[in-house]
Each structure stands twice: as structure tokens, then as C-alpha cells.
């Protein structure tokens, strides 16, 4: 066919001779008097071969260890909430840390399933949500938290806010087990309180992150109790001694 032929498909494609292809990453259109350049390269014939073809491979991202961090990897599973009044609640986990910190892999952030109260004489809401990431610093300062936000109904089914808690990741290698005591915001009066549950808009955090694990606002806000949640840590570090930093174990 034609190449100035204007009823030909993708007329603005040149011939696949004109094109050199060698290593996947490889991807030239050679020079010369005879050669077109060609804004626009979209396979002639519609075919799963001929976009393989065109298609560029992604070049993978290797983060390979540097001597010039320490890392943290840290592992485990939020376990259970108990709360007094609550039959069904999920839960939404964030993990923040200072500026010098950065997350190497797994995801910071997460929600869980809704768990439901057993008729049995264990009243727990089980999750057994896995978290699994690794950071990597040159300075304590910053150490990583672990923010909590649980979730549930109120009297007319209405997601509401049931608790926040936080707690440091920690700091010794190991197993750890970790209860985090919940607490949310307290209105600022009974009618605003009342007013608030009638529409289903009860006082919670616009960012929790930010107030809870970097504490900005936190000496205006006022709190009250409400549960608390059971976790499990595995924690495994890498160069901490290069850095000047020794771990003892406790006895």
C-alpha cells in the first residue's frame, strides 16, 4: 500500500523496516536523508503482536543497601479491639514518620475488614490485619508511629468515629506485643454533642496523622477514653551500630 495513500490506516506510521530494534530498552528510529520523522507510531493492524511490539518494558526500581542509611523493617498483625457498646468496627492504620525518614517498601497505610462481636463469652473484635514495611534513616529523630483510626455505626447505622490511638514502633529487634489505649475528641458542649449524634457528625480529627503522630493542634483538642487495641511487632534492624546507636536486651 501506498505510504501517501490517505485512506490508509495509521498513515502516519512508518514502515516497521525503518525501525531498528535490538535490547528491550532499545527503542531508535535510525537517521538519514530517506527517513521521516514521524510524530505519531500506533500499530498498522489492530493485534495484541503488534503493540508487544511498540510496548516499551517498565525498568524496574532496585533499592540496593546503602551504608550510608540505617533500616527498620518492621512486621506484624493488629490483632483485636475491645470495646464496651461497639458490635461491628473496621479499622484504618497509618504509619508516619519524621522527615529524615523514608519508607523502602510496603504500604504506610491500610484498612482492615469490618469485624463483628461473637455470641460467645469472647466479646473481642478480631482483625488479624497483616502490615509488613521497611524505613530507613540517618537520624532517631522522627522514630516511626503507628496511628490507629477505628470505625463503627451509631444508633442509626451512620459510620462514626469510635477511637484513635498511636504508639511508637519498637525500638528493640524482636517480638513485641503492644496494647494502644483509644481516646476520641470530646465535643465542646453537651448541645453540640447532641446536636452532632442526631446528625451523625460527631467530633473527630480533620488529619489524624498529622495531630496524632507529629502533634500539631494536639493542646487545643480534648479527649476521652473509649477501648483499646491489641498488636504484635516483629522488628529487625540493619547498621544501627555504624551509627553509634547499641541495643541492649533487657533482662
Known amino acids: ?8 490506516p495509521n498513515r502516519f506510521l512508518p514502515k516497521k523496516d525503518d525501525f531498528v530494534y535490538g535490547d528491550s530498552s ?9 527517513v521521516t520523522q514521524h510524530p505519531i507510531l500506533q500499530p ?13 518494558p517498565p525498568s524496574p526500581k532496585l533499592i540496593l543497601p546503602d551504608d550510608s542509611y540505617f533500616y527498620i523493617n518492621v ?12 458490635d461491628s468496627l473496621f479499622m484504618k492504620y497509618d504509619f508516619v514518620a519524621g522527615p529524615e525518614w523514608q519508607i523502602i517498601y510496603g504500604q504506610k497505610s491500610g484498612g482492615s475488614q469490618t469485624a463483628y462481636k461473637a455470641r460467645g463469652s469472647n466479646r473481642r473484635l478480631v482483625w488479624n490485619f497483616p502490615f509488613n514495611l521497611g524505613f530507613r534513616s ?3 529523630k522522627g522514630w516511626p508511629q503507628l496511628i490507629i483510626t477505628c470505625i463503627g455505626g451509631d444508633f442509626l447505622g451512620r459510620e462514626v468515629i469510635k477511637g484513635y490511638g498511636n504508639g511508637h514502633i519498637p525500638t528493640q529487634p524482636g517480638r513485641h506485643e503492644r496494647t494502644l489505649y483509644m481516646y476520641r475528641p470530646k465535643s465542646s458542649s453537651i448541645l453540640v454533642n447532641f446536636i452532632g449524634a442526631l446528625k451523625g457528625k460527631l467530633a473527630e480529627l480533620i488529619d489524624p496523622p498529622s495531630t496524632l503522630g507529629m502533634a500539631d493542634g494536639r493542646e487545643v483538642t480534648r479527649m476521652e477514653s473509649g477501648g483499646s487495641v491489641k498488636i504484635v511487632f516483629q522488628v529487625s534492624q540493619t547498621n544501627m551500630e555504624k551509627f553509634g546507636y547499641s541495643v541492649k536486651s533487657i533482662s
Open 1 to 8: 500500500m501506498d505510504q501517501t495513500d490517505p485512506n490508509r
Open 75 to 86: 512486621s506484624g498483625q493488629i490483632e483485636y479491639a475491645d470495646f464496651q457498646g461497639v
Open 44 to 56: 498498522e493492524i489492530p493485534g495484541q503482536e503488534l503493540f508487544d511490539i511498540y510496548k516499551r
Open 26 to 34: 532499545t527503542y531508535f528510529q535510525p537517521q538519514g536523508p530517506d
Open 138 to 140: 540517618t537520624n532517631l
